[in-house]
């Protein structure tokens, strides 16, 4: 049976995270907001408030979550590139993506977000040396984490929405 919840699976680090490695992660977060697009073009408001799975977000909930995710994790990366080992402050995404701009606002909204922040984010990553990679934050849960794994987590998190949408999409015949 489909893994309705982990659609692509869970991120896994490689052992080693080569310059190859960074640059492919750094295109699949430069895609995305593109592929978002093209994934939720055409459906129907009561199609975006489906949820993806049993208990799970709505598209709608799911395209609002990307946006504030990356948001998050963008501040992340400046903190860790500016300060010395910042502790970042987690937030509660389950709550976040019951509030209103979660719940009933157009998705237009935070795609267009997701296109220009990941246009910055891009900018930020590709003028990064590996220095800047190995740099890190510490959150309070998770521990520290490297900005090199950190963007193969963010690349991992949104092709792993992205399946969300795309698997419920199937499902449902939507395409």
Excluded at 25 to 46: D, F, M, Y
Excluded at 101 to 121: G, N
Aim: aromatic share 8%; hydrophobic share 40%.
């Amino acid at each position: 049976m489909e893994n309705l919840q982990y659609p692509i699976g869970t991120f896994v680090k490689p052992d080693q995270i080569t310059e190859e490695q960074l640059a492919a992660w750094i295109q699949e977060i430069e895609t995305l907001p593109s592929r978002l697009r093209e994934a939720v073009e055409g459906l129907s408001n009561e199609q975006l408030d489906t949820p993806y799975r049993p208990g799970g977000w709505s598209v709608r909930q799911v395209v609002h979550h990307l946006g504030d995710s990356h948001i998050n994790c963008v501040i992340r990366f400046k903190l860790a590139l500016t300060e010395e080992l910042p502790t970042i402050k987690p937030y509660e995404e389950q709550e976040w993506a019951l509030l209103g701009d979660c719940v009933h606002t157009p998705i237009e909204v935070s795609l267009e977000l997701l296109t220009a922040l990941h246009e910055k984010w891009v900018i930020l990553l590709k003028s990064m040396s590996a220095a800047n990679f190995d740099r890190a934050f510490l959150h309070p849960v998770n521990g520290e984490t490297k900005l090199d794994k950190a963007t193969g987590l963010y690349a991992w998190h949104g092709n792993h929405h992205l399946a969300h949408i795309t698997s419920l999409a199937e499902r449902m015949g939507w395409n």
